[in-house]
Protein backbone atom coordinates (compact mmCIF):
# COMPACT_ATOMS: atom_id res chain seq x y z
CA UNK A 1 0.00 0.00 0.00
CA UNK A 2 1.48 3.08 -1.28
CA UNK A 3 1.38 6.10 1.48
CA UNK A 4 0.94 8.84 -1.25
CA UNK A 5 -2.07 10.45 -2.31
CA UNK A 6 -3.35 8.71 -5.68
CA UNK A 7 -3.74 11.92 -7.84
CA UNK A 8 -5.07 10.10 -11.19
CA UNK A 9 -8.17 9.07 -9.08
CA UNK A 10 -8.84 12.67 -7.74
CA UNK A 11 -8.23 13.19 -11.29
CA UNK A 12 -10.73 11.27 -12.85
CA UNK A 13 -13.25 12.05 -10.10
CA UNK A 14 -12.76 15.78 -10.55
CA UNK A 15 -13.08 15.43 -14.35
CA UNK A 16 -16.59 13.35 -13.45
CA UNK A 17 -17.30 16.30 -11.32
CA UNK A 18 -17.13 18.86 -14.17
CA UNK A 19 -18.63 16.87 -16.59
CA UNK A 20 -21.84 16.18 -14.37
CA UNK A 21 -21.83 20.43 -13.67
CA UNK A 22 -21.75 20.82 -17.32
CA UNK A 23 -24.41 18.23 -18.16
CA UNK A 24 -26.50 20.01 -15.13
CA UNK A 25 -25.66 23.43 -16.73
CA UNK A 26 -26.59 22.61 -20.62
CA UNK A 27 -29.31 20.26 -20.11
CA UNK A 28 -32.82 19.98 -18.91
CA UNK A 29 -31.27 16.72 -16.88
CA UNK A 30 -30.24 16.88 -13.36
CA UNK A 31 -27.58 14.92 -12.55
CA UNK A 32 -27.18 16.24 -8.84
CA UNK A 33 -27.63 12.96 -7.50
CA UNK A 34 -24.39 11.66 -9.50
CA UNK A 35 -22.38 14.78 -8.33
CA UNK A 36 -22.51 13.98 -4.75
CA UNK A 37 -21.76 10.00 -5.20
CA UNK A 38 -18.43 11.89 -7.18
CA UNK A 39 -17.93 14.00 -4.25
CA UNK A 40 -18.26 11.21 -1.72
CA UNK A 41 -15.51 9.35 -3.65
CA UNK A 42 -13.28 12.38 -3.63
CA UNK A 43 -13.46 12.51 -0.16
CA UNK A 44 -13.15 8.81 0.41
CA UNK A 45 -10.11 9.01 -1.40
CA UNK A 46 -8.79 11.66 0.65
CA UNK A 47 -9.84 10.42 3.76
CA UNK A 48 -8.31 7.14 3.12
CA UNK A 49 -4.43 8.94 2.34
CA UNK A 50 -5.15 10.54 6.12
CA UNK A 51 -5.42 7.90 7.80
CA UNK A 52 -2.80 5.65 6.20
CA UNK A 53 -0.73 8.77 6.73
CA UNK A 54 -2.03 9.04 10.39
CA UNK A 55 -1.46 4.95 11.09
CA UNK A 56 2.21 5.13 9.39
CA UNK A 57 2.96 8.11 11.55
CA UNK A 58 1.96 6.58 15.02
CA UNK A 59 3.50 2.83 14.06
CA UNK A 60 -0.13 1.30 13.81
CA UNK A 61 0.49 0.34 9.98
CA UNK A 62 2.06 -3.37 9.14
CA UNK A 63 0.76 -4.62 12.04
CA UNK A 64 -0.60 -7.70 10.59
CA UNK A 65 0.23 -10.18 7.72
CA UNK A 66 -2.19 -8.29 5.03
CA UNK A 67 -0.73 -4.82 5.37
CA UNK A 68 3.15 -6.40 5.34
CA UNK A 69 2.38 -8.76 2.31
CA UNK A 70 0.56 -5.30 0.45
CA UNK A 71 3.58 -2.88 1.56
CA UNK A 72 6.23 -5.44 0.38
CA UNK A 73 4.41 -6.55 -2.84
CA UNK A 74 3.68 -2.56 -3.85
CA UNK A 75 7.95 -2.18 -3.35
CA UNK A 76 9.49 -4.73 -4.49
CA UNK A 77 10.35 -4.86 -8.50
CA UNK A 78 9.48 -8.25 -8.59
CA UNK A 79 5.75 -8.11 -8.48
CA UNK A 80 3.41 -7.88 -11.14
Same mark, same amino acid.
Given at each position: ???? +????? +? ?10 ? +? ?17 ? +? ?39
Amino acid at each position: MRSE +LNISS +LIIVAAGFIVCL +LFNRYTANDASDAMYVLLA +LGLLIVLRHIVTQYRIRKGYFGNNEYEVRSFIESNSGDSK
